[in-house]
């Protein structure tokens, strides 16, 4: 049974930092591509960033480039992203979903998390 648990989020000022976390369980973690999605209140799911799986090329939605940094550690079965220079507008809950294949996309994916609720406010 796939499972994906997110952990991290919080209340954080502008121009701050938080780094979330994705544990993955119940399947070949390192074979699959993960993505990083977000839904602020009254939106639509944001696809936010991917990770392929092996070397782990990355991939940026425009909004969070060079601000944003997604990773992966297979031997732990996590994924992680750190997000610097927050803004107001990244307020949003974030969960990790897992991709069809070895290659992220921004709309393969076949489960995701509860997510983790990230508040970017002074």
């Known amino acids: 049974q796939v499972q994906l648990v997110e952990s991290g989020g919080g209340l954080v000022q502008p121009g701050g930092s938080l780094r979330l976390s994705c544990a993955a369980s119940?399947?070949?973690?390192?074979?699959?591509?993960m993505n990083w999605v977000r839904q602020a209140p009254g939106k639509g799911l944001e696809w936010v960033s991917g990770?392929?799986?092996?070397?782990?090329?990355?991939y940026y939605a425009d909004s969070v480039k060079g601000r944003f940094l997604i990773s992966r550690d297979n031997a732990k079965n996590t994924m992680y992203l750190q997000m610097n220079s927050l803004k107001p507008e990244d307020t949003a809950v974030y969960s990790c979903?897992?991709?069809?294949?070895?290659?992220?996309?921004?709309?393969?994916?076949?489960?995701w998390g509860q997510g983790t609720q990230v508040t970017v406010s002074s």
């Open positions: 979903a897992k991709g069809l294949t070895q290659v992220a996309t921004i709309r393969d994916y076949d489960y």
């Open positions: 990770i392929n799986s092996g070397v782990g090329k990355t």
């Open positions: 119940g399947f070949t973690f390192s074979n699959y591509a």
